[in-house]
């Protein structure tokens, strides 16, 4: 899997309809109608995210390695 930044992740969220809730310091708060789930994404500039931490929000949302 290729690293990716917690600003792609927050572009991908935002096509598959997951909406910023709120912004708590960097960090960018997801919820989507119909599901209970929160999503947060840390976003620190244009930095990439640990490989585990963007598997684990992307299992969460439903994107696929191969979306990317």
Known sequence: MKSISGK???K?????????KKI???HYVYM???????IS???HGNK???IGMAKAI???AGIDE???
Not at 12 to 20: G, I, N, T
Not at 32 to 38: D, F, N, S, T, V
């Open 41 to 43: 994404v840390p976003v």
């Open 66 to 68: 191969s979306e990317l």
């Open 58 to 60: 992307m299992k969460l």
């Open 48 to 50: 990439d995210l640990k």
């Open 8 to 10: 792609y992740l927050c």
């Open 24 to 26: 708590h310091g960097s």
């Open 12 to 20: 991908l969220l935002e096509k598959r309809d997951w909406q910023v």
């Open 32 to 38: 989507k109608a119909g599901r209970k789930e929160r």
